[in-house]
């Protein structure tokens, strides 16, 4: 007998326990689903802003992108090279503007905010992309042109 009882395998994880578990599980997905599906915010509120300037992007012949002031129209810089970040945030929001039927008229809104975060917004679509998020050098690719001012006439 003695024998017998240590060749059984130790008893299996009680079923009430697995039961709670599963309900835990299920009432956790319930919660999210119902977020999601309802279109609550889960964000925290915006700190005020700090700064913000309207800048537009525009494509260039020889590769390069465009930033211009999204008031005066006036040139801050030319942006060569890949730029991965760069290109990738605006096309995640020019993809918007085109399936929605707008065009690259209207300009984005750069926002610095008191906490320090940095918001790119585009207001014909809603949309926004927190540059913090990614880092302080992707961050930084975009706070170098809040205060910019036109760029220089080249000496070629």
């Excluded at 977020?35 to 005020?48: F, K, L, N, T």
């Excluded at 008191?114 to 918001?119: A, E, F, K, M």
């Amino acid at each position: 007998m003695d024998l017998q009882r240590r060749t059984m395998r130790p008893d299996p994880v009680p079923r009430a326990v697995l039961l709670g578990g599963a309900a835990l599980l299920l009432g956790t997905l319930l919660t999210v689903g119902s977020v999601r599906i309802g279109g609550q915010s889960v964000r925290a509120p915006d700190a005020p802003a700090a700064e913000q300037r309207a800048l537009r992007f525009e494509d260039r012949a020889d590769g390069g992108i465009a930033v211009l002031d999204g008031t005066s129209g006036h040139l801050i810089e030319t942006v060569h090279g890949e730029q991965g970040f760069l290109r990738g945030a605006l096309r995640g929001l020019a993809r918007e503007r085109w399936r929605r039927g707008l065009g690259a008229e209207r300009p984005f809104e750069l926002v610095a905010r008191t906490d320090g975060r940095l918001t790119l917004l585009d207001p014909a679509t809603g949309e926004r992309i927190d540059l913090e998020s990614f880092g302080p050098d992707n961050a930084g690719v975009f706070a170098r042109w809040l205060r910019a001012g036109p760029a220089l006439p080249s000496k070629d």
